[in-house]
């Protein structure tokens, strides 16, 4: 990841409402939400929403799909994950599995 990407992800998540709105989408998965279950849901505006989504878009956040009259919107963990791992890449001298709680970020494989 680029310092500028990541400066844009950062200003895209500024805003409490913009904030909510990403934790929300997460919490869909992949099913995503259409624009006006968003609204309801956070008690935003839906020309306010609207705003908000355009900069979780732009930012790469969020992606939308036309589904008829409506637009579902889904989160994109994989620039999350691209971020904090632009973060703590050279965590503890490049060693982040020694720095504190990094270690719970990693995927950890099951044991039988």
């Not at 997460?26 to 935003?44: F, H, N, R, S, W």
């Not at 919107?73 to 971020?83: E, V």
């Not at 982040?96 to 990693?106: D, I, N, S, V, W």
């Amino acid at each position: 990841m680029e310092k500028r990407t990541a400066l844009t992800v950062f200003e895209s998540l500024a805003t409490g409402v913009r904030l909510d709105i990403y934790r929300l989408l997460v919490k869909q998965g992949p099913d995503g939400m259409v624009a006006g279950d968003i609204a309801d849901t956070l008690e935003v505006a839906p020309n306010n929403l609207s705003f908000h989504l355009k900069v979780l878009v732009h930012a790469g956040l969020a992606t939308v799909e036309q589904e008829g009259r409506f637009q579902r919107y889904r989160a994109n963990p994989t620039l999350m994950s691209a971020l904090i791992t632009y973060l703590t890449k050279e965590c503890c001298a490049g060693q982040p599995e020694q720095c504190f709680g990094l270690a719970t970020l990693t995927p950890k494989t099951s044991r039988r």
